[in-house]
Structures are given as structure tokens and as C-alpha cells.
């Protein structure tokens, strides 16, 4: 599995401004968190796969050369942390 956190430079309220994803060996992800500049957070998982990519997801150096995202790979702990911080109730 990898860990990627995600920021996104944007102004558009629809989309997100942060984006947390687990993926598998083939870069697809398996779960997802996605944090609004309103303060409200999404999720997705294979369970509720509907807001999941259904392409791969680009190599880290790739997402880097767009100059509106920040990306970095990210551990398993740190992932699972926020995961388990998240409220569906927010969803």
C-alpha cells in the first residue's frame, strides 16, 4: 500500500482542498478522505466506493510538476489516524 496527503491550490468551493488516499499496488485507491475549505470532510472506501478514482493515481513526482498541488507519500500511521479521526456523521 501507499499513503499520499494532497493539498490543492484552487478557488472553487465544489472541490477539494485536501485529499488523503490509500492505494493499492497498482496505484487505484482503496480508501480516501477529502477535506473542504468549508471544514467539511468526505470519505470513501471500497466498502462506498462511488467517490473513489477509477484510474490510478499519478506517480507523486507527476502530481508535483502541477504547481496548485503539494504532494507528499505519507505513512501508514499517520493515515490511519486520520482516518479514524474522521466522523461520518461530517459526510
Not at 52 to 76: N, S, Y
Amino acid at each position: 500500500m501507499y499513503y499520499l496527503n494532497v493539498q490543492w491550490r484552487h478557488e472553487a468551493p465544489n472541490y477539494p482542498v485536501e485529499i488523503w488516499s490509500e492505494l493499492d499496488a497498482d496505484r487505484f485507491e482503496t480508501r480516501k478522505l477529502e477535506r473542504y475549505a468549508t471544514g467539511a470532510w468526505k470519505c470513501w472506501s471500497t466498502a462506498q466506493p462511488e467517490g473513489l478514482g477509477t484510474v490510478p493515481v499519478p506517480a507523486l513526482a507527476t502530481i508535483q510538476e502541477a504547481e496548485e498541488f503539494t504532494a507528499q507519500e505519507i505513512d501508514r500511521a499517520t493515515f490511519e489516524q486520520v482516518w479514524k479521526g474522521f466522523s461520518p456523521a461530517e459526510n
